[in-house]
């Protein structure tokens, strides 16, 4: 017994913030930014929330697995950008599309994070624990970003992926996961400070609220990835006993198009077995690799099965990979 993807979804939001409307922000142009990155728009929230965005991408992969919400044992939502501290995204979720009898929380492994999820839902599924379960990925990148600073803020993009998993004869056939938190410096996104009435006057403790935004060691994180997604990829594949041939496609986080063709060359893979979406998406975290699957699926891309990998990195920092037979 193992799990299978039965349905995708995906949500982005209706703002559409292109490289040309950056340069009236901060200080950069279309081919800096799409040189570097690949990337040429980006869609940013304006009403839209994390919840909100993972709930609607919910339903649309509920509606594509043909099931009843009330099947839904398990939600997990991974984000590093929820609406609140708690209640959970995912129990938001979960009261959104009316899955009464699910267990629900959220998982953070930054742009891992959908991998983690799935990982984690195929554990459960695995020890019996539950039958049909709902992992997303949902961002609201925009609102930890430093608009002042370019070296981040035309990076990334807003959006929530989701897919229904369920027991299942054939689907994931390996996976591997991993972290190294003595890199971790490399990608960090502050959260609050302590400030109470104990720490009033020590020297070492900043009044007032700090700034958390997301800080990046751009080069340092290039290395990381260009190295660990090619080294997760092969171990996969090496695990599970699978020829490079046989893989139809590799969905890769989608963070930087100089990475992906890296990952490729690194692999000697032809780089048409590497779709993208970044030019149109940005970096939308854990929400990427959910959101091209969806867009895959919806195209008519992907047929019973093939055998695909997905592989992503993130702060952390992370790795993760999976292989599946669709």
């Not at 044992?73 to 995204?89: E, Q, Y």
């Not at 979960?94 to 891992?112: M, P, V, W, Y």
């Not at 990925?137 to 002042?148: P, Q, Y």
């Not at 963070?255 to 030019?279: C, G, Q, T, Y």
Request: glycine share 8%; net charge negative.
């Amino acid at each position: 017994m193992t799990t299978k993807i039965i349905g995708t979804g995906s949500f982005l939001p209706e703002n559409i913030v292109t490289n040309e409307k950056l340069t009236t922000i901060v200080e950069t142009s279309d081919e800096w930014i799409s040189s570097r990155t690949g990337i040429k728009e980006r869609r940013i929230v304006c009403r839209e929330t994390t919840s909100g965005m993972a709930s609607e991408a919910a339903k649309r992969a509920i509606e594509d697995a043909k099931i009843d919400p009330a099947e839904i044992d398990l939600i997990i939502m991974a984000t590093f950008t929820p609406d609140r501290s708690m209640p959970c995204g995912a129990c938001d979720v979960q009261k959104e599309i009316g899955a009464a009898k699910a267990t629900a929380f959220d998982l953070n492994a930054a742009c891992s994070g959908f991998l983690f999820a799935l990982n984690t839902a195929h554990a459960y599924i695995s020890a019996g624990l539950c039958r049909t379960a709902l992992v997303m990925g949902a961002e609201t990148l925009s609102k930890v970003l430093d608009w002042t600073d370019r070296g981040t803020c035309v990076l990334f993009g807003d959006g929530a992926g989701a897919a229904v998993v369920q027991a299942s004869d054939t689907g994931i056939i390996s996976m591997v996961t991993g972290a190294d938190g003595t890199k971790g410096d490399v990608l960090t996104c502050d959260g609050r400070r302590v400030i109470n009435p104990l720490t009033a006057g020590l020297d070492d403790v900043e009044s007032g609220a700090d700034e958390a935004y997301i800080k990046m060691n751009g080069q340092e994180v290039f290395k990381f990835a260009v190295k660990k997604v090619p080294e997760s990829i092969e171990e996969l594949l090496e695990k599970s006993r699978t020829a490079i041939e046989d893989v139809k496609y590799f969905i890769l986080h989608q963070a930087n198009k100089r990475i992906i063709h890296s990952v490729a060359k690194r692999l000697k893979v032809s780089e048409e077995k590497f779709p993208m979406n970044l030019d149109s998406c940005g970096n939308t975290s854990a929400a990427s690799i959910p959101i091209l699957l969806d867009e895959m699926n919806r195209k008519g891309l992907l047929n019973p099965g093939d055998k695909i990998v997905m592989s992503g990195f993130g702060g952390g920092l992370t790795w993760g990979a999976v292989i599946l037979e669709w």
